[in-house]
């Protein structure tokens, strides 16, 4: 069974660095899918941050991509996100999820995280 889950501080200060983790467990993040982040700010939709591939290839939204880093740690199968320079508008729902080509079938249970002073 395919289950993931985020971890990382709740809140965090403006101009700060966000650090999030995803563990997987069930698959290896070495197979053939794309491990993705996705946020949903308060009252809004969906944002696809970005996601690292099973080759470990990365591709960012361009709106994030000058403050986006993802990357993996394939000996404790967990991808990780972080995200720099903070501001009140990062505050948002965070989600790891696994994207085939088409969809994001498996997704964690998500973390709210609050970007505050």
């Known amino acids: 069974q395919v289950q993931l889950q985020e971890s990382g501080p709740g809140l965090v200060k403006p101009s700060q660095t966000l650090s999030l983790t995803c563990s997987v467990s069930?698959?290896?993040?070495?197979?053939?899918?794309?491990w993705a982040w996705i946020r949903q700010p308060p009252g809004k939709g969906l944002e696809w941050i970005g996601y690292?591939?099973?080759?470990?290839?990365?591709h960012y939204s361009p709106s994030l991509k000058s403050r986006t880093s993802i990357s993996r740690d394939t000996a404790k199968n967990q991808f990780t996100l972080q995200l720099t320079s903070v501001t009140p508008e990062d505050t948002a729902v965070y989600y790891c999820?696994?994207?085939?080509?088409?969809?994001?079938?498996?997704w964690g249970q998500g973390t709210q995280v609050t970007v505050s002073s």
């Open positions: 999820a696994r994207m085939t080509t088409y969809s994001a079938d498996y």
């Open positions: 069930g698959v290896s993040i070495t197979t053939i899918y794309y």
């Open positions: 690292i591939g099973y080759s470990g290839n990365d």
